[in-house]
């Protein structure tokens, strides 16, 4: 499939959230976070992230989860770096750029962004490295956790 037209649906979602996943578990930073610490079953988080997702793009499902709490679980037995939500950002454009194209795919994009942003400042405290300097995270494309302005 070829980044021809914007994410349009839930059935969107759940294709871009499985090739996304796919390559989160494989890549060698991000991956054991998901497989070994949180021993994450596609499956069965799919549904609750198609959720998440959903939400933010469409206003339409309900969410009702709390996402912080999963997030601090895994820093708590590993702590997570910017260079860990770098790599995350950086996974989750490089999906959403080969699939769609649109207003909706540039919200998913800066919506993740803003969430790896604002997870990484609140895991890390207000003196966090978002800027990637200081040995933390290093973009792969150029990329960058931009600070809010």
């Keep these: 499939?070829?980044?021809?037209?914007?994410?349009?649906?839930?059935?969107?979602?759940?294709?871009?959230?499985?090739?996304?996943?796919?390559?989160?578990?494989?890549?060698?930073?991000?991956?054991?976070?998901?497989?070994?610490?949180?021993?994450?079953?596609?499956?069965?988080h799919l549904p609750r992230i198609t959720d998440f997702w959903e939400r933010a793009l469409f206003r339409t499902a309900g969410y009702g989860r709390d996402a912080f709490a999963p997030h601090a679980a895994l820093h708590t037995a590993r702590p997570l770096t910017a260079a860990h939500f770098g790599r995350w950002t950086q996974l989750w454009r490089a999906t959403v750029d080969g699939l769609h194209t649109g207003p909706r795919a540039e919200r998913a994009k800066a919506q993740g962004e803003r969430i790896a942003l604002a997870m990484l400042r609140r895991l890390a405290g207000p003196g966090a490295d978002t800027a990637g300097t200081g040995g933390g995270f290093v973009p792969l494309a150029a990329l960058r956790l931009r600070s809010a302005a």
Excluded at 26 to 42: M, Q
């Design 1 to 44: 499939m070829s980044a021809t037209r914007d994410i349009r649906d839930r059935d969107d979602l759940d294709v871009l959230l499985r090739r996304f996943y796919g390559a989160a578990f494989a890549d060698p930073l991000i991956g054991p976070f998901f497989t070994e610490i949180a021993g994450t079953d596609l499956e069965v």
